[in-house]
């Protein structure tokens, strides 16, 4: 089982840009695929990005693509979401979520972080 803690959420204004991380514990961190989730209240969770284990492939929700960008560094056991050219409609909460595999459906992922809030201003 791999424990996530998100870090790096924050209040900033339409167009700006935020760097959110997520440490990884637990010995498969580098072995799982990683993913970015992101929920408003009263919506479901929705898929933002995920990064394979190798971090070779990566894969982007379409109102996200260009805009951000998942990393990861697996000496470090941490996974990140460079967010640039934010608008109001980024604001959510956002979560980390590790492996199995990837896919855009939440509940198929097996471990999730506690989420971090990140509010865009116009």
């Known amino acids: 089982q791999v424990q996530l803690v998100e870090s790096g959420g924050g209040l900033v204004q339409a167009g700006g840009s935020l760097r959110l991380s997520c440490a990884a514990s637990?010995?498969?961190?580098?072995?799982?695929?990683m993913g970015w989730f992101r929920q408003c209240p009263g919506k479901e969770r929705e898929f933002v990005a995920a990064?394979?284990?190798?971090?070779?492939?990566?894969y982007y929700a379409d109102s996200v693509k260009g805009r951000f960008t998942i990393s990861r560094d697996n000496a470090k056991n941490t996974v990140y979401l460079q967010m640039n050219s934010l608008k109001p409609e980024d604001t959510a909460v956002y979560y980390c979520?590790?492996?199995?595999?990837?896919?855009?459906?939440?509940?198929?992922?097996?471990?999730w972080g506690q989420g971090t809030q990140v509010t865009v201003s116009s």
């Open positions: 990064i394979s284990w190798s971090g070779d492939s990566t």
């Open positions: 637990g010995r498969t961190f580098s072995r799982d695929p």
């Open positions: 979520a590790a492996g199995p595999d990837v896919t855009v459906v939440a509940a198929y992922w097996r471990s």
